[in-house]
């Protein structure tokens, strides 16, 4: 049973740049999160994807969206790409709706922005 | 604002002994708590959810407490192992009722010296 799957593994990119992330849910889970990680820091939540709806959003700006497609997978896309934006960015996915379910997280893409 | 504290400074430990870290939250009614592994460049792994109305949880060698009143959690890890090193996250959730993102504190850094 495959895990959280997440592509790419690393993207380098420059300044005003797009970017999409893609990601592929644990078998069974329809909901999906996404998180951004900096160096030396904890998982910030941007936002959270269920039945093809973002149900809740973190504290990011308009530049950040996503989307989820109806196999549960889901995208993230990032607009005019700043320094800043560097990070590790990691899907989670929970099952049933999520709720207080555990999250299960891929293993992130690593965003490199020069 | 919302605020989740861990302890800022590695830990070292000695094999054999007991590892104790903090979680210590303000300005924050969690539903539960959640407690993750993070190896470097890999996605944090589930340990162990406690939930608002949980005092204490066990798993094998883990076990987490929860003190709604104090507004803190200790994870403690038993006959630590060398392999036990790792970065330990703390999340909480559930204060907007149902499935939401989880606020992540930085992380404890936690070494096990053989």
């Known amino acids: 049973d495959a895990g959280v799957t997440q592509s790419p593994t690393h993207l380098i990119k420059t300044r005003g740049q797009q970017v999409t992330l893609r990601c592929s849910p644990k078998s069974g889970h329809d909901t999906v999160s996404w998180y951004q990680q900096a160096l030396g820091q904890g998982p910030q939540f941007i936002f959270q994807y269920y039945e093809e709806e973002e149900r809740q959003r973190g504290n990011f700006p308009d530049r950040f969206s996503g989307h989820q497609f109806p196999n549960y997978s889901s995208e993230l896309n990032v607009n005019a790409l700043l320094l800043g934006d560097s990070a590790l960015y990691l899907c989670?996915?929970?099952?049933?709706?999520?709720?207080?379910?555990?999250?299960?997280f891929g293993p992130g893409t690593r965003l490199t922005v020069l | 604002s919302q605020k989740i504290e861990q302890n800022s400074e590695a830990l070292n430990i000695q094999e054999g002994k007991t590892a104790t870290l903090t979680c210590n939250y303000t300005n924050y009614s969690p539903a539960y708590l959640q407690w993750y592994r993070q190896d470097p460049g890999r996605g944090p792994v589930f340990l162990l959810l406690i939930r608002e109305n949980e005092k204490e949880k066990r798993k094998e060698r883990l076990k987490v407490t929860f003190d709604t009143t104090l507004k803190q959690s200790l994870f403690h890890i038993t006959a630590s192992q060398p392999a036990d090193s790792a970065t330990y996250l703390c999340a909480l959730g559930g204060s907007g009722g149902g499935a939401d993102g989880l606020t992540f504190g930085k992380g404890t850094h936690l070494i096990i010296q053989p």
């Open positions: 989670a996915s929970s099952p049933l709706g999520g709720g207080t379910d555990t999250q299960y």
